[in-house]
């Protein structure tokens, strides 16, 4: 499936599909995918699945506030990346350097996606209060 809008059938109120059926088209479509590059980056295949579940279910929360929707799928693969720095950094016990090391990028890209990732934490932790 290409990143693009999706729209409903002809005649279908609304004109564009709902967030419902887009990530179920796109989950249906592209998890596979997506699972092999998060078990690529962390190891694991149990938190690869978990980092890909995350991301969709990061779409579909935002997905009133989606900018652009046609960039979709690059949206979930830079989510699926961010999340498995999350796990490499949290629940392997990697610092900042062997993370960078291994996802490619610099100490400082793992830092400030890192501070990111707790600012939302808190945030959403924050909310369910």
Same mark, same amino acid.
């Given at each position: 499936? !290409?990143?693009?809008?999706?729209?409903?059938?002809?005649?279908?109120?609304?004109?564009?599909?709902?967030?419902?059926?887009?990530?179920?088209?796109?989950? $249906?479509?592209?998890?596979?995918?997506?699972?092999?590059?998060?078990?690529?980056?962390?190891?694991?295949?149990?938190?690869?699945?978990?980092?890909?579940?995350?991301?969709?279910?990061?779409?579909?929360?935002?997905?009133?506030?989606?900018?652009?929707?046609?960039?979709?799928?690059?949206?979930?693969?830079?989510?699926?990346?961010?999340?498995?720095?999350?796990?490499?950094?949290?629940?392997?016990?990697?610092?900042?350097?062997?993370?960078?090391?291994?996802?490619?990028?610099?100490?400082?890209?793992? !830092?400030?996606?890192?501070?990111?990732?707790? !600012?939302? $934490?808190?945030?959403?932790?924050?909310?369910?209060?």
């Amino acid at each position: 499936m !290409k990143s693009e809008i999706i729209h409903s059938p002809p005649g279908a109120p609304g004109g564009e599909a709902s967030a419902d059926a887009v990530v179920t088209e796109l989950f $249906l479509a592209h998890r596979l995918a997506l699972v092999r590059l998060a078990f690529l980056l962390v190891g694991d295949q149990e938190s690869a699945e978990d980092v890909v579940q995350d991301a969709f279910a990061a779409v579909y929360r935002r997905w009133s506030r989606l900018a652009d929707r046609g960039q979709v799928l690059p949206y979930l693969r830079a989510a699926v990346v961010n999340g498995c720095r999350t796990v490499l950094r949290f629940y392997l016990d990697l610092s900042e350097a062997e993370i960078a090391q291994v996802m490619g990028v610099s100490r400082g890209t793992v !830092k400030s996606t890192a501070s990111r990732a707790l !600012k939302a $934490l808190a945030a959403t932790l924050q909310e369910e209060r």
